[in-house]
């Protein structure tokens, strides 16, 4: 897709001579932006100058690819015309300007070297899958590369986690330490050859070496495929850090694995051998499938069709879905043979660590943990993990996580910015950049509590500057105080920085992902952010553009006691609510519902809600999810962030109908939605031994109910029609169709996220989005 194609005109003066005739010659400059580097390019440039009749020359530099083309008229524009109709499958056009130049009279047409500018506008291609051609070399006995596992050529193979710097050669790769062989470099200098210059081209005489150790680090002669037949965990090098692979349908193995990474409850997942082995476990629609088989290759979360082959209790315990991924390198292919089709495949760091790159770090690492390793000697420059996404009832793809296969390509934006770095959140966190009218979001982080994570969030921002060649003018950081970027952001000098209040970027990220300008609507819902006031929200129905916003409405603010504590035991926050809601009958309910709650715990925060003192207060939708989790024994305690919200989904009977009582009443300007009669009503179908499954529903559409009722009343007031749906809490699939489906039956533009996570995993791009404008 090409976002800009401008031509130049200048006279030409060079004629060729031609036989008894001179032939008018005219010359054109070409400069193309975007991902058009590492992508076979250039080579597909000769072979259009080839058969257009075309001499001259073309280069990568680090502001894109230059051509200069000479050409009767007539084939010089059918050539122009074509680089940007017919570019190379992987390529991406961002730009195409042609200038009208003097002919030099070339005498053919080459490919040269790189060559360095003083502006970089060069975009890095995100990892590539493996091709089918390059998978049939590795499956082919005659093959110079059979079961070669760092097979690749220009239309695949790793990029962003091996490059160094722009432009992309590999002098600037960690292929750099591996001199090409004389059949490779052939290979790599033949421009009518798909590894033209792909810079990580190696064969076995020639490239990086893998090895199997054992769990003291010594070589062992082991086929791997049979280590994880024999129901081994095994600790595979990949492309972008270290997985543990075991056996999926190998109980013990399983079960061994979740011990000893220390994952209780949170899914893992799974790589199947290929498409007709998804299908033997999950339910794979056509658009689920282009995915899962694109060059991106991420993670999908698919339904199970639960037939009973796998110990879906311990991979994916207390949900219907499982996340799946295909082989995206040669070295995956090699783990799978005709009885092993479907394989545990998760990141190999230890619960809130970093991924595991080095071949060293690993060993020590996850000493107890794996029994062999697969390692490699090529570096992982920078680590990336597996993008995770969904195709949610609409159609349209949601990430969870945005990562490989997708990092570092641009997001365009609906108009040029100001330098600016934006830090993200402290939880799933991202950090964004922005050049021209393009953001570039980093890789997933985590939390950056974690001081590990920290580090590399730190070390990710230089190497993006280096990569983009932007030194940001602004920082844009989240309003919490005792954030980590926040207190970064406010150490550093010599440029501005500007606070962006939570639920405000993730407003403005959606907008700014869907091109919008102008003021929108907002409902964010999640499970935390800073407030204004000070109290934590997470509620919100906003009204904004990308220089201000307002608080139209939010949900009716609920005691927060114990902070972070209670948020990790929904138990407790179902008791708050059932005090707010009943008062000390609250406490009897506590008692009859709620076994994980003590006593100790009903006399201390009884107390604390009743008092309310310098107890924290929230308007947070996550909370209010662990709330009724609990409540309906769903869920008592998150052993990983979200789990109570993500059960309770689950465990929702789609086909159950019915509301609970809600009020909408404003108070000082400002819309308050008020659930606490809502819990009257779910005691008395608790009393009545309704099914928990039909209560799980009802609540979603009581907040189907509430939302669309809440943002009618605010178009009223305001006229706006078009809606943001953004925040963590919209991962959730019922929520997503439902609203989107009431208000746009009710005259509503609905926008949703489509290519960053509308959690916290987004909100960088938001920042980044609103502190330009700001700034200006």
């Not at 698919?302 to 315990?317: K, Q, S, T, V, Y």
């Not at 997933?444 to 932007?470: C, Q, T």
Request: charged share 25%; net charge negative; with cysteine.
């Amino acid at each position: 897709m090409c976002q800009g194609f401008v031509y130049q005109r200048q006279p030409s003066r060079l004629k060729r001579a031609g036989k008894g005739m001179q032939e008018e010659v005219k010359g054109f400059r070409i400069r193309i932006t975007g991902i058009v580097q590492g992508v076979g390019f250039r080579p597909h440039v000769y072979r259009l100058a080839c058969e257009n009749g075309i001499t001259g020359w073309v280069l990568n530099s680090s502001n894109g690819v230059l051509i200069e083309a000479e050409g009767r008229s007539e084939s010089l524009r059918d050539f122009a015309r074509r680089l940007v109709a017919e570019p190379p499958p992987l390529a991406v056009i961002k730009t195409c300007e042609v200038e009208e130049i003097d002919a030099q009279g070339f005498a053919s047409f080459t490919i040269r070297h790189s060559q360095n500018e003083s502006e970089k506008a060069v975009m890095i291609s995100p990892d590539i899958a493996v091709c089918p051609d390059c998978k049939r070399e590795v499956t082919d006995p005659e093959d110079r590369r059979y079961r070669y596992p760092f097979t690749n050529c220009t239309n695949c193979g790793p990029r962003f986690t091996i490059i160094k710097d722009v432009p992309y050669d590999r002098d600037k790769t960690t292929m750099a330490p591996f001199p090409m062989c004389e059949d490779c470099r052939r290979e790599y200098e033949d421009p009518r050859h798909r590894r033209f210059h792909a810079q990580p081209n190696a064969c076995p005489v020639c490239g990086p070496k893998l090895w199997v150790w054992d769990a003291d680090g010594q070589e062992v002669d082991e086929e791997p495929i049979e280590l994880l037949k024999r129901g081994y965990i095994v600790a595979v090098k990949g492309l972008g850090g270290f997985h543990l692979a075991a056996d999926a349908k190998n109980r013990d193995a399983v079960r061994s694995l979740r011990h000893r990474k220390k994952r209780e409850a949170k899914p893992f997942a799974v790589m199947a051998r290929d498409i007709e082995a998804a299908r033997r476990y999950c339910h794979i629609n056509p658009v689920e499938e282009q995915w899962l088989t694109s060059p991106a290759a991420p993670i999908v979360i698919l339904e199970r069709n639960w037939d009973g082959l796998l110990p879906d209790e311990l991979i994916h315990p207390g949900i219907d879905t499982i996340g799946v991924m295909l082989p995206y390198t040669p070295l995956h292919y090699l783990l799978f043979d005709g009885e092993l089709d479907l394989l545990i495949m998760t990141s190999a760091n230890i619960t809130d660590e970093p991924l595991i790159i080095d071949n060293s770090e690993a060993l020590f690492k996850l000493r107890g943990v794996a029994d062999y390793f697969i390692v490699h000697d090529r570096e992982i420059y920078n680590p990336c993990d597996d993008s995770v996404m969904r195709v949610t009832p609409i159609g349209t793809p949601q990430f969870v996580r945005r990562a490989r296969g997708f990092v570092p390509r641009g997001i365009k934006l609906p108009g040029e910015t100001r330098p600016v770095l934006a830090l993200g959140g402290e939880l799933k966190n991202t950090f964004c950049m922005t050049r021209g009218d393009e953001a570039f979001l980093s890789q997933h982080w985590g939390d950056l509590n974690n001081y590990s994570n920290w580090v590399k969030f730190v070390e990710g921002i230089p190497r993006f500057k280096r990569m983009l060649a932007v030194e940001p003018e602004v920082i844009a950081h989240d309003m919490h105080p005792d954030y980590q970027t926040t207190i970064w952001a406010l150490k550093q000098e010599g440029v501005e920085r500007v606070a962006i209040q939570h639920h405000y970027a993730h407003l403005a990220s959606c907008m700014a992902e869907n091109g919008l300008e102008g003021e929108a609507l907002g409902l964010v819902c999640d499970g935390t952010g800073w407030g204004t006031d000070g109290a934590i929200w997470g509620f919100e129905f906003l009204k904004g553009d990308r220089r201000s916003f307002t608080r139209l409405g939010h949900l009716r603010y609920v005691p927060l006691p114990g902070g972070d504590a209670t948020s990790k035991r929904p138990y407790r926050m179902a008791l708050v609510y059932l005090l707010e809601a009943l008062g000390d009958q609250g406490c009897e309910m506590a008692r009859r519902y709620l076994p994980a709650v003590t006593e100790e715990e009903i006399e201390i925060l009884g107390h604390q809600v009743r008092k309310r003192g310098n107890v924290m207060r929230t308007s947070s939708c996550g909370r209010l999810f662990d709330a009724v989790s609990a409540f309906l024994g769903v869920c008592y305690v998150n052993r990983y962030e979200g789990q109570a919200a993500v059960e309770l989904e689950a465990v929702a009977d789609t086909k159950a109908t019915g509301c609970y009582p809600y009020f909408l009443e404003r108070q000082d300007g400002v819309w308050q939605l008020d659930v606490l009669p809502m819990w009257a009503e779910m005691m008395k179908d608790r009393e009545n031994g309704k099914d928990s499954r039909e209560m799980a529903m009802k609540f979603h559409l009581t907040l189907v109910a509430a939302m669309t009722d809440a943002l009618n009343r605010m178009r009223d007031d305001i006229g706006l029609e078009q809606v943001v749906l953004s925040g963590g809490v919209f991962h959730n699939q019922i929520l997503l169709e439902k609203v989107s489906e009431q208000l746009r039956e009710q005259g509503f533009q609905v926008y949703q996220h489509t290519q960053v996570p509308p959690g916290d995993g987004g909100i960088s791009l938001g920042q980044a989005y609103v502190a330009s404008e700001v700034k200006r």
